[in-house]
């Protein structure tokens, strides 16, 4: 399989390794991408997988590109899904491939798991806090987002309140905390590296290559 990775920072770069470990052919696009401008029908040709880590601005215009093309592609990036519904409808009336995430953590969609039995518990508070280094944008993180809304669909009426930090070079920390009148769960998730991103991205290309549609990474990993 031939991966297209966009994104040269830690995550972007790791994938690259990653995915030469599992034996496949990568390109990293190293040159200027403003507006999507390199994503071309010809760029994209012999590609069966774009890998996106880029930013939310940088993310979509990929997307459109792609997708308009009938490309697929795994997106990690984070901070556009006000976006979705757009990019999943270019997906599907172009033959296109989206699989997005807000952690590719394979542990991490564990996490999610976790926070849905816990979600169900009737007169608990919950809390959640999530860490991550200072030049992550976004705040709050898309997995304290995902969170959020797993539980909010379990209690609508819920009252959940996000802490977020910025500091260092922190790959990503996220906990849940669902308080009660008479004790305490918590639900601890912490990313010491960004190999575990890097692994569940080459997992999701692998399984997205091949396939039409749009889903989000939760709705798949268990396939993987």
């Known amino acids: 399989m031939l991966l297209l990775v966009l ?3 830690k995550t972007g770069s790791l994938v690259a390794q990653v995915a030469r470990e599992h034996g ?3 390109r990293v696009l190293d040159r200027e991408n403003a507006g999507a401008s ?3 029908a010809p760029t994209l040709a012999q590609v069966d997988v774009v890998v996106d880590f880029t930013t939310a601005e940088a993310a979509v215009e990929n997307m459109r590109a792609c997708l ?3 490309a697929r592609i795994v997106v990690g990036t984070t901070g ?3 976006r979705l519904d757009e990019m999943k409808a270019l997906a599907l009336r172009r033959n296109g491939g989206l699989l997005y995430g807000t952690n590719f953590s394979l542990s991490g969609q564990e996490m999610f798991k976790l926070t849905a039995e816990v979600a169900r518990l009737k007169g608990y508070k919950f809390h959640i806090e999530e860490t991550h280094h200072t030049s992550k944008r976004d705040a709050p993180s898309g997995t304290a987002l995902t969170l959020k809304e797993i ?3 379990a209690q609508p009426d819920a009252d959940v309140e996000i802490t977020s930090k910025r500091e260092g070079d922190a790959s990503g920390l996220h906990v849940l905390t669902a308080r009660g009148a008479s004790d305490l769960i918590e639900i601890r998730h912490e990313s010491f590296d960004r ?3 890097a692994e569940g991205a080459v ?3 692998e399984w997205l290559n091949g396939k039409k549609g749009a889903w989000a990474f939760r709705e798949v990993f268990d396939k993987l």
């Open 7 to 9: 994104g040269k920072g």
């Open 24 to 26: 496949h052919s990568v």
């Open 38 to 40: 390199a994503l071309t």
């Open 68 to 70: 308009a093309l009938g």
């Open 80 to 82: 556009w899904y006000d």
């Open 151 to 153: 539980v909010l669909a």
């Open 195 to 197: 190999r575990g991103f």
């Open 203 to 205: 997992l999701a290309a």
